[in-house]
């Protein structure tokens, strides 16, 4: 049912950009009693609570995450450490929603499309569009637009084509 949006997503510092970029360009934090405060951090804008709320998401059995290979096979884990999805090790981390998770997910997106229509077809696009960029051109997407949010960046240099001499982001 719900198509391209219950497809896996890979990183975590992709899945916190995704969520970035629809709060501010979908304008869905008055969806929520208490949205997402993000701050500028090491590769721009970032949600603490967001951890903690993937931990609760796949201790629920809303979500799965697996760690991948270069290659994309799955990677038997040994332990629950996360990658930051910048190519660490030569792994990253694969997050999908599971049949119990498509479900509850659907049930949200009925309730929240009632309030503000229109917005599966914005969050399909926000999918869509920046899903499966490439993470140095995600991340340059977000800087250039949310330069605000690029004050603590490590990477911030090498992001803006300015410093070619930094290991590769993806």
Known sequence: KMGRLAEGIC???RV???LFIAVNELNLAGLVRVPYR??????GPF???LYSDIE????SGLVKRQQLDEDGT???????SLDEGMGYNGLTTLYRLTHKGQAFAEALLRDATRRKPG???GLVVVKAQFGSMRLLDLLRYIYTRYPEYTTESVVLRKVLGLDQSQEPID
């Not at 799955?74 to 629950?80: D, L, R, S, T």
């Open 16 to 18: 916190l950009k995704l």
């Open 11 to 13: 990183g975590t510092t």
């Open 56 to 59: 609760v998401l796949i201790r």
């Open 38 to 43: 993000f701050v500028p951090y090491k590769y």
């Open 74 to 80: 799955a990677v038997i884990q040994q332990g629950e």
């Open 119 to 121: 917005l599966e077809s």
């Open 47 to 49: 949600a603490p609570d």
